[in-house]
């Protein structure tokens, strides 16, 4: 186990260097220059000249390079260009929303998903299997904002009975406020995550259904759900697990788009607003900070099939 | 292979085409993708065809009229033909996925392969592969859209930045599995070259799974790009691509709903064709994985 986590802890390390080194330079070959962009057409050049020297643009790329990286190790991402405070300002400003929409949305598409993936595995064949399957194929092939738009066309302009802009928070606005704002980004952005967990569930619980273990367990006479629940899903489990860790990055994408279509003002809009404006430190720390989450969740769930199964901690292979 | 293919092995690899065509064609659902996008490539391809007056033709005095008998799926704000804009932007869509698909299909398979082979390069291609799929694709491709240019290519650059490192790793673990065959060994023990190896032995064994991937990278680099014209970063306006029409569908919600309607319905029939086939196509091509 120990030698196992160390693996994946060095693994971690060059992949955030590499990470890192990409965000960089990627930042760096664009077309536009920042310093002109932010002193607007008026400026002459000896201003723009100015501020690129403040802003340290005309270093040598590496030495630029290094700066960032060792401010960003002690946590310091600069300042955002446009936004009049720093990049973890920002951040730390936009976060919230983000975070609810995305927790909530990923609770609805695990409540909406895993049984429909397990009624399907015991029905396999059956209708009930049939019209999930349809279902998460179909969902599979629509993007978030088409079901953004389709709730937006329902809800708020054919009936009139839901906000379809704008974000409120809990404390100032109370709990139905705030959900009546939430609830069409949630369901549009749950709607995008519960397909490929619902076919995940499938066949992963097919496959565990399958094996000699379970005939046992029926042969024992124990109940059905039971088997389900405790021999089966325990099982198939892991599996899920995995592709609930890998659809966080699909999670944060989705609320970037969702959060510009409902304008909700969090990170996803900030990226695209930060990206619309080729505002540097801005793109490259949240490139970095979402990509930092996305590993460290990833590294988690890796960690955690240690403690959920026991094969893997005893042998320390994954 | 060219051994077989010269002698007895070249009516057997015709039955086993025959056979899987005929799996495909048994499965019914498969057909129905197959139809649908037939149907969409059709419209794409043959976009100047059924609207000869092109997507751009502009008239304010027939701003947001309803879905008629001259204009089936309305006009939008600026008086544009909303079907014309549609046929036209699958043609776009579809354009930028199978670029797409085609250049991640030739980088990803490179890749795969030579870190699948040569265990020496492994570690840094890999590595370098990881780091790309850790950033959310949306988020890298809006990212490396800000440091180009807004057209179609930049577009097809982005997205394939975001899918070669997944064609890659598909490639570099069928490579591994194929190594250990025995036909490697013998092929090695008659002195065969690495590059032989690689393109006569390792390539044909690893097309099926590759292939299957990118039918998927077909079908998501279509969503992808429509999301990066939805969020106003993708392909520059007026050009219609499914996911900008829709951008400019979200202005008129309120007062328009076929804006929203129709290009939706195309975008995810569009989407889905794909899917199915692809689905089909693994059935057939990579029965395990099922």
């Known amino acids: ?318 | 292979m060219k051994n077989t293919e010269k002698g007895i092995g070249k009516e057997a690899i015709r039955e086993s085409r025959k056979l899987k065509l005929k799996i495909f064609m048994k499965n019914k659902l498969a057909v129905v993708g197959l139809v649908i996008t037939i149907l969409i490539v059709f419209l794409g391809v043959f976009a100047d065809v059924i609207c000869p007056e092109g997507p751009y033709v502009m008239d304010i005095a027939k701003r947001y009229i309803e879905p008629c008998g001259e204009y089936i799926f309305g006009t939008d704000k600026m008086g544009r033909d909303v079907f014309a804009r549609i046929v036209y932007g699958i043609r776009i869509s579809l354009l930028v996925g199978a670029v797409t698909t085609l250049v991640t299909f030739i980088f990803g398979m490179v890749l795969g392969m030579i870190a699948g082979y040569f265990k020496k390069v492994d570690n840094i291609i890999m590595r370098i592969c990881e780091a790309l799929m850790s950033i959310p694709p949306v988020l890298m491709a809006i990212a490396l859209m800000s440091a180009l240019e807004p057209s179609i290519t930049s577009v097809i650059m982005s997205l394939c930045i975001v899918y070669t490192p997944q064609i890659a790793r598909v490639a570099r673990g069928a490579t591994i599995a194929a190594k250990e065959n025995t036909y490697i060994e013998a092929a090695t023990a008659q002195g065969a070259s690495s590059l032989r190896i690689l393109l006569h032995h390792i390539a044909p064994n690893i097309l099926s799974p590759v292939i299957v991937q990118g039918t998927y990278i077909f079908a998501t680099a279509i969503i992808l790009e429509a999301s990066l014209s939805f969020l106003g970063a993708g392909i520059p306006a007026p050009a219609p691509s499914l996911g900008n029409i829709l951008y400019e569908a979200k202005e008129g919600i309120f007062t328009a709903n076929w804006l929203t309607i129709y290009p939706g319905i195309a975008m995810v029939l569009t989407v889905l064709g794909i899917n199915i086939l692809g689905d089909g196509l693994r059935d057939v091509l990579d029965p395990k994985s099922n």
Not at chain 1, 119 to 140: H, P
Not at chain 1, 154 to 163: A, E, H, K, N, T
Not at chain 1, 249 to 278: C, D, H, W, Y
């Open chain 1, 1 to 318: 186990m120990k030698k196992y986590v160390g693996k994946r802890i060095f693994s971690v390390i060059v992949t955030l260097f590499v990470l890192s080194l990409f965000i960089f330079f990627l930042t760096h070959s664009t077309a536009g220059d920042p310093a002109s962009n932010m002193l607007g057409s008026d400026a002459t050049e000896e201003q723009v000249e100015q501020l690129r020297e403040e802003l340290g643009l005309n270093d040598p790329l590496l030495t630029q390079y290094f700066n960032w990286i060792a401010d960003a190790l002690k946590g310091d991402f600069g300042d955002s260009y446009f936004r009049k405070q720093s990049v973890i300002e920002a951040i730390g400003e936009c976060i919230t929303p983000t975070l609810e929409l995305a927790l909530y949305a990923e609770i609805l598409a695990i409540i909406i998903s895993i049984p429909c993936g397990i009624f399907a595995a015991k029905k396999k064949g059956a209708a009930t299997d049939l019209g999930v399957s349809a279902f998460a194929l179909v969902g599979l092939s629509v993007p978030c904002f088409i079901y953004g738009l389709l709730l937006i066309l329902y809800f708020g302009v054919d009936l009139g009975v839901l906000p379809v802009s704008g974000y409120k928070t809990i404390e100032e606005y109370g709990t139905s406020e705030h959900f009546s704002y939430m609830v069409l980004p949630i369901i549009s952005l749950a709607l995008t995550q519960a397909p490929l967990l619902t076919r995940i569930t499938r066949s992963s619980m097919v496959e565990v259904l399958s094996l000699d273990y379970i005939k046992t367990a029926k042969a024992k006479g124990l109940k059905g759900t039971t088997i389900l629940t405790k021999h089966a899903f325990r099982n198939a489990f892991n599996t899920i697990l995995t592709v609930l860790g890998q659809s966080i990055g699909s999670l944060v994408a989705g609320a970037a788009v969702i959060e510009t279509l409902f304008n909700i003002p969090g990170m996803g809009q900030l990226v695209v607003n930060a990206v619309l404006k080729r505002d540097y430190p801005l793109i490259q720390g949240l490139v970095l900070v979402i990509s930092l989450v996305y590993i460290v969740i990833n590294f988690t769930i890796d960690m955690l099939y240690g403690v959920i199964d026991p094969r893997i901690r005893v042998s320390g292979k994954s």
